[in-house]
């Protein structure tokens, strides 16, 4: 959705047993008929479209398939990433 201009970190927890924790997950959930791709307004002449636009209930297809599963960044550059110019995949 950022068309990469905002990266996401990869992280951990870690179990602390001198100190509680509360984790609280979110999470945003697209409508099954929408559609999931770079905001329009982070797509510009200068910083065209990374990552092409598809449908949400195709995209969870392919992420949860059993090629991808378990292994997320394979399915969005594999599969999402456009590369020159040309969707990969």
Same mark, same amino acid.
Do not use: C
């Given at each position: 959705? *950022?068309?990469?201009?905002? #990266?996401?970190?990869?992280? #951990?927890? &870690? +179990?602390?047993?001198?100190?509680? #924790?509360?984790?609280?997950? *979110? /999470?945003?959930?697209?409508?099954?008929?929408?559609?999931?791709?770079?905001? !329009? *307004?982070? +797509?510009?002449?200068?910083? !065209?479209?990374? /990552?092409? *636009?598809?449908? +949400?209930?195709? /995209?969870?297809?392919?992420?949860?398939? !059993?090629?991808?599963?378990?292994?997320?960044?394979?399915?969005?550059?594999? +599969?999402? #990433?456009?590369?020159?110019?040309? &969707?990969?995949?």
């Amino acid at each position: 959705m *950022t068309n990469g201009i905002y #990266r996401s970190t990869m992280h #951990r927890a &870690v +179990v602390n047993s001198q100190k509680e #924790r509360l984790s609280i997950a *979110t /999470f945003y959930g697209p409508g099954w008929s929408g559609n999931i791709g770079p905001a !329009p *307004t982070l +797509v510009t002449p200068e910083r !065209p479209a990374l /990552f092409k *636009t598809i449908g +949400v209930e195709d /995209f969870y297809k392919g992420y949860l398939s !059993p090629e991808h599963l378990g292994k997320p960044k394979s399915y969005i550059n594999d +599969v999402l #990433r456009i590369q020159n110019g040309h &969707v990969k995949g």
